[in-house]
Structure formats: structure tokens, C-alpha cells
């Protein structure tokens, strides 16, 4: 049987993670990006000549985390204004945390490396 509209549109699909975070006293929640978040994150490492850009790359973890850092109600905990700091965290807590995101939300290593490498 083929899936309808309706039940695709109201199919809970994006998964979320509980992770354990000693060096924070606890644990927390990252939930994969949508669509159009996904979209949105990788545009905006693009530079106006439609390469990625160096300069886009700063803070790269803590922006994917500022999206993907939920409470149980899957609101967001941190915006966009609080990047700059959640990015001064432990670089080893945000790399572990980064690569939960990454997976949940189908960003593949290889994504990655290339944006890296396409921005040098």
C-alpha cells in the first residue's frame, strides 16, 4: 500500500538522541534537521561566488548544535545569538556532539570534508 499525503506529512520521522555529557553534569537532547533546516545550514556556508567560504566555517559545530540542541519538547535551546558562546565551550564536547547531529541529520563526513575542502 502506498503512503498517502496526509500520512507522510504527519509521520514523526525526525529522529532525536539522548547523549550523556559528563564534563556539562548530565545529558542532552539533538534532534536531526528538517529539510529545509539541512538546506538552510549548508547555503549558508556559501559565499557569494557560490563556493564555500572560509569565513562561513567559523563556529561550524556550535551553529549545527544551536539547531539541533532540543528540550523534550523539541524546542530549540539555543539561537542563533547564542552561537558565539556555545562555541567557547569544550571543542572536544562540541566535536562529540557535532558528529551526533551530523549522523542524525544525514550530513555524512563526506559532506563535510568536502565543504572543508572546497572553502580552502
Known sequence: ???????????????????????????VRIRGLSGAERDAFE???????????PQRFRNFRARLLAQTLVNEQGERLFSDADIKALGEKSGDVLARLFEVAQRLSGLTRQDVETYVKNSE
Open 1 to 27: 500500500m502506498l503512503l498517502t499525503k496526509d500520512q507522510i506529512l504527519a509521520a514523526q520521522d525526525r529522529p532525536y538522541e539522548d547523549v550523556e555529557v559528563p564534563e556539562w553534569g548530565g545529558r
Open 43 to 53: 547555503a549558508s556556508m556559501i559565499g557569494p561566488d557560490g563556493k564555500p567560504s
